[in-house]
């Protein structure tokens, strides 16, 4: 599985969404180099930019995929997940299967209901239109304007850099296939009930109309440590579309799992 290594101390994996690959999470990458101490591991999940797919034929077969690939990187050594979208769902599982080595958790716009039919989503809407993105986005324009929520030209810039690349370098073929069998085995909260007490975030938009909000917000009981966060004027593309506070909230969640980190074994 490919991955980009950048920095050191702590491991810290993140994993993108369905048909994308590592570099839609690159924005993310000045907020940890100044958070310190982080080696960010970003993955290509399989069948995405550099990770072939192979014999992964569903979900629960890419989440297991993970697993195995992180504990080839980092042995036995603390680490943390993060995951947007589909990476959510699976950063959840990542998070819950090898919890004793799992220092913190966050998900951002994260899937916790595969099944489409069955997620609760606000009704599609545009809050801002913005006809100065279509000389920049030319003709990526509808790819753009399927999730965006509030346009912009720095967004539009984004997406160009970040996130047109990665759908364009996906494996139509091997989604489809893992697309088939979307779901994990048994959802993570659900195969481990004990609540996850590390230090954890959840990020949703107001306005998501792929994923919701109020469907990681159920989840809230399960989560002691966590902050959960629904930001208005922003949809799918919220990392896009709130990158301040996308920003200021992982800053948060990496300060926390350091403090814990530092705190004498005594006192945890």
Known sequence: MFAYEIGSGTPVVLLHGFGLDHRSLLPLE????RSG?????YLDLPGAGGSPVGAVRSTQEVADAVVGEILTRVGDEPFAILGNSFGGMIARY???ELRTQVRGLATVAGVFVAPHDQREVPPRIVLRREARI?????GAVEQYREDAVVESTDDARAFMRFVLPSLEGADTHALDRISRSYSLD???EIAHPEPF?????HITGRQDDVVGFRDAWSRIDHYPRASFAALDAAGH??????????SALIADWLARIAQEDDQPAEDQ
């Open 30 to 33: 000045p907020t940890l180099e």
């Open 237 to 246: 593309n919220i990392l896009f579309e709130q990158a301040d506070l996308c």
């Open 197 to 201: 007490v590390q230090p954890s975030l």
């Open 37 to 41: 101490r982080w080696r960010r591991i």
């Open 186 to 188: 048994a959802e993570p």
């Open 94 to 96: 990542v998070a819950h």
């Open 134 to 138: 279509e000389p920049i986005l030319g």
